[in-house]
């Protein structure tokens, strides 16, 4: 901890989530799940779509695209997420540290 006038900084963890007090299991799929999400959202944007662009190209609805784009988590899982980032093209590796 450090403290500079008065104010006490903590600092946080590699992941947010762990931080906002979700346990270190649920913190790591919602941490991969909004890098994947990001990942889509600005493949989206480089390919200057409309949603219903987006919702053509991945075989999804407009709605579907569109709570993407906002960021809800909770309607995608990573299962999802990376199919979807395969229809891209993009290489997809999952690598694993100590």
Not at 4 to 12: K, M, Q, T
């Amino acid at each position: 901890m450090i403290i500079a006038n008065n104010v006490n900084v903590i600092r946080g963890h590699d992941n947010i989530f762990e931080d906002l007090g979700f346990d270190s299991a649920e913190a790591l799929n919602l941490k991969i799940r909004a890098d994947l999400m990001l990942e889509l959202r600005s493949f989206i944007s480089s390919q200057g779509w409309t949603q219903q662009q987006a919702a053509n190209f991945f075989q999804e609805t407009q709605p579907r695209i569109s709570n993407l784009m906002k960021g809800d988590i909770n309607r995608f899982s990573i299962d999802k997420l990376i199919n979807m980032l395969g229809k891209t093209g993009k290489q997809i590796k999952v690598e694993i540290n100590n």
